[in-house]
């Protein structure tokens, strides 16, 4: 064998678990990409009618700032424009929703699920660390977020081509870019917390609360003044605050929400190799 | 017993789940070229001590090592040259028995389809259904060809026949000796001493944790009670009996004695000698009774 093929080998050794993991998810994948790219459709194909009725607005602007705040991450709201509309739609609750229970599913299913199916022992018993276990699972988590994110992306593009939304291919990168790290985020907590503890209901458990907290702290710190110094912590805020999809991502957010992703994984990591199988 | 050839090495291996002590102090070794048999009622720490082995759980105090090394510490070294069957098999059952051999000779970073193929055939395993359709003891035979495969010098497996036809248990036996003629080293758990018999070339008897005994099946064997019956011309007096060395559960009935007896005949023979001896019998009780004797109670089989 040569050295190159060799090399390659070893490669693929490396890559099996994260490859295994990706030839796993495939039909809930498709099946997720289905749904992403069907309520893409479903919010372009209302966006006419949304367009010529100013009404929709002036009755949002009525509306209190409370309610306001917990429906648009940025408290503002512009519906004259698909940017402003979709922001609300599908920015503000139902897309980091849907792609945090996605992620929370697939990142509780990737050590504790397992673990707690019986098939993590048998995985375990071939020579891979466990740390490298984790690590390709989560990498397999973040691929899939990717190709999701993609999928609506490319949804987004067509039916704005369509519907005559006029989004920017910038903008529309922002946007999913924002959702697909929201979902890293809720999607590591759950793997390293089923790492870390060995129990899926945890794992679900803690990443809900951890996704909703987010959310919350986001939407009430613009009403409530005593949360505001704590708004900056919120992966939501950091990300999905701004409107991506009408003002672009906040790199040091993003970065800021990745690394913290990173070091739940790292942390995972070392509680998982520490502990005892259940 | 030469330590430094030793594949698997316990020491004062213990493992305690709060004020619960699943392992208590196990020492034991096992050569290459053995199969230990691994004996103990249900729950008395046989599963615990082949997870310990293949380091999913850390030893409370003492260790396991496998070739010198810390099931703990280096567990990923470890896992390099040891098949392993879970006790409490449960593999992913949308994939066939192919996919998942595949998948793991990945992880172990070699392809060894060809053992597979020669490994099914032998223990008779559909290969290409996935493993949720399959029966418990097909399941089982997926499980014992995944542990096999690859050719591990060390094999770790926790009731492998449980669940197997007989037939299908002979071939398996037959694929351990080959093993183990080449120089493999096996720690076999059972709680059926029967099955223990046909493959074990030593049995270790742990109960509550800890080691009851270990030793080689031809001792094992020694240790088998006799039952023995002899018939006399005239009554013996009563008591002419007691306190022979090795005689237990002596009933003297007129002409007839029946009485069990472990260990060396003689005492037995030097005594009857001094009576007119008409009939004598003598047979082994199986070693499954002498398993129970140990226990000092039935096992939950």
């Known amino acids: 064998m040569s050295a190159v093929t060799a090399a390659r080998a070893g490669a693929s050794r490396r890559a099996e678990i994260g490859l295994q993991a990706l030839r796993g998810g495939r039909r809930a994948l498709a099946i997720w990409a289905a749904a992403f790219a069907g309520l893409i459709a479903m919010y372009a194909a209302f966006w006419p009618s949304i367009r010529d009725n100013n009404q929709w607005r002036e009755l949002f602007d009525t509306l209190p700032q409370a309610y306001r705040a917990m429906f648009t991450a940025s408290g503002t709201l512009n519906l004259s424009t698909p940017a402003g509309y979709l922001g609300i739609e599908l920015m503000g609750i139902l897309g980091p929703a849907l792609i945090a229970i996605y992620a929370i599913t697939a990142g509780s299913a990737a050590i504790a699920g397992e673990e707690a199916a019986g098939g993590l022992e048998v995985t375990l018993s071939a020579p891979i660390s466990r740390g490298l276990v984790l690590a390709q699972r989560f990498t397999a988590v973040v691929v899939n977020i990717a190709v999701l994110m993609t999928v609506t992306g490319i949804t987004l593009g067509i039916f704005s081509a369509l519907m005559d939304m006029r989004l920017g291919e910038a903008a529309i990168a922002s946007a999913v870019t924002a959702l697909g790290l929201f979902g890293i985020f809720a999607g590591a907590v759950a793997i390293a917390a089923g790492a870390a503890t060995g129990s899926a209901a945890a794992a679900r458990g803690l990443a809900a609360l951890a996704a909703v907290a987010s959310y919350l702290i986001n939407g009430l710190a613009q009403v409530t003044s005593a949360l505001r110094p704590v708004r900056p912590l919120s992966p939501f805020y950091l990300l999905l605050g701004n409107e991506p999809l009408a003002h672009g991502l906040r790199v040091t957010g993003a970065l800021a929400v990745l690394a913290v992703a990173v070091v739940l994984i790292l942390c995972g990591g070392i509680l998982f190799a520490r502990r005892d199988l259940h | 017993m030469e330590s430094q050839s030793a594949v698997i090495r316990l020491e004062s291996l213990t493992k305690r789940y709060g004020r619960v002590m699943a392992l208590d102090g196990l020492s034991m070794e096992v050569l290459p070229g053995e199969v230990l048999g691994f004996l103990g009622p249900n729950g008395a720490g046989k599963t615990t001590t082949l997870r310990l082995l293949m380091g999913y759980l850390r030893p409370t105090a003492g260790s396991a090592q496998v070739r010198g090394l810390d099931s703990w510490r280096d567990r990923v070294a470890v896992h390099a040259r040891t098949g392993y069957l879970p006790g409490d098999l449960r593999l992913w059952p949308r994939l066939s028995t192919r996919a998942i051999a595949g998948h793991l000779a990945r992880l172990r970073g070699h392809d060894h389809d060809l053992d597979t193929a020669d490994l099914a055939k032998r223990l008779d395993v559909d290969l290409d259904r996935p493993v949720g359709e399959l029966s418990k003891g097909n399941r089982q035979k997926a499980g014992v060809l995944l542990a096999l495969a690859g050719d ?78 002899v018939r006399f011309g005239t009554p013996p007096p009563p008591g002419a009996f007691t306190g022979v060395p090795g005689i237990t559960d002596v009933r003297l009935d007129g002409c007839l004695l029946r009485c069990s007896m472990q260990g060396v005949v003689d005492p037995l023979i030097k005594a009857l000698g001094k009576y007119h001896v008409v009939d004598l019998n003598s047979h082994e009780e199986d070693l499954e009774d002498t398993f129970v004797a140990l226990y000092g109670e039935v096992t939950s089989q």
């Open chain 2, 152 to 229: 591990p010098d060390v094999l770790l497996l926790d009731e492998p026949t449980s669940g197997l036809d007989p037939l299908v248990q002979q071939e398996f036996h037959r694929v351990l000796r080959e093993r183990v003629e080449a120089g493999a080293a096996v720690l076999l758990s059972s709680h059926v001493l029967s099955e223990v018999e046909r493959v074990a070339d030593r049995v270790a008897i742990i109960r509550s944790g800890r080691l009851l005994m270990l030793e080689s099946l031809a001792g094992l064997r020694e240790r088998a009670r006799h039952t023995v019956e």
